[in-house]
């Protein structure tokens, strides 16, 4: 009983370009409503509102688009007219304004943000050095990654 090895034959779904937009390759073959949501700092209500601005099929493809399109959409990123709570960065903490953040920027100043809590000594900063949860979850149970585990004491032979 020998089993025959069938030959594999390439489909059309295999034909997959890669789309890199803002530092970031994403497969061509997801919808679009998905693909944004792919970069860092887009959320899915924020994928969303783009493509309603900007006015896209949220069922096309990310290959699809031309790159003058992607040109646009990665602009619009860049420099998004939404409303103010759609943003991720609101009251900015250098200038006070409101921004959005995505891609490598926003890996950045996430790790400035951080720095500067431990640089002023706050309680979220002590938290984040002492590798602790920072929004107030218990630590009974939970986050003993990080800690020695003591080991149980042998039971003595007679």
Same mark, same amino acid.
């Given at each position: 009983?020998?089993?025959?090895?069938?030959?594999? /034959?390439?489909?059309?779904?295999?034909?997959?370009? *890669?789309?890199?937009? &803002?530092?970031?390759?994403?497969?061509?073959?997801?919808?679009?409503?998905?693909? *944004?949501?792919?970069?860092?700092?887009?959320?899915?209500?924020?994928?969303?509102?783009?493509?309603?601005? &900007?006015? *896209?099929?949220?069922? /096309?493809?990310?290959?699809?688009?031309?790159?003058?399109?992607?040109?646009?959409?990665?602009?619009?990123?860049?420099?998004?007219?939404?409303?103010?709570? &759609?943003?991720?960065?609101?009251?900015?903490?250098?200038?006070?304004?409101?921004?959005?953040?995505?891609?490598?920027?926003?890996? &950045?100043?996430?790790?400035?943000?951080?720095?500067?809590?431990?640089?002023?000594?706050?309680?979220?900063?002590?938290?984040?050095?002492?590798?602790?949860?920072?929004?107030?979850?218990?630590?009974?149970?939970?986050?003993?990654?990080?800690?020695?585990?003591?080991?149980?004491?042998?039971?003595?032979?007679?």
């Amino acid at each position: 009983m020998e089993t025959e090895k069938k030959k594999y /034959q390439r489909r059309e779904d295999d034909d997959v370009t *890669l789309v890199r937009m &803002l530092g970031k390759d994403i497969r061509g073959d997801i919808k679009i409503e998905t693909a *944004l949501t792919k970069i860092n700092g887009i959320s899915w209500t924020l994928s969303n509102a783009i493509c309603k601005i &900007l006015e *896209l099929d949220k069922k /096309q493809r990310i290959q699809d688009f031309s790159k003058e399109d992607l040109g646009n959409i990665e602009n619009f990123i860049k420099n998004p007219k939404i409303p103010s709570f &759609l943003k991720n960065r609101q009251k900015d903490f250098d200038d006070g304004e409101d921004k959005h953040i995505s891609g490598a920027d926003l890996k &950045l100043r996430k790790e400035f943000d951080i720095k500067r809590l431990k640089k002023i000594k706050s309680y979220k900063g002590i938290r984040h050095s002492a590798n602790l949860p920072v929004r107030g979850q218990r630590t009974k149970a939970n986050f003993r990654r990080n800690k020695k585990q003591s080991v149980a004491a042998a039971k003595k032979k007679k």
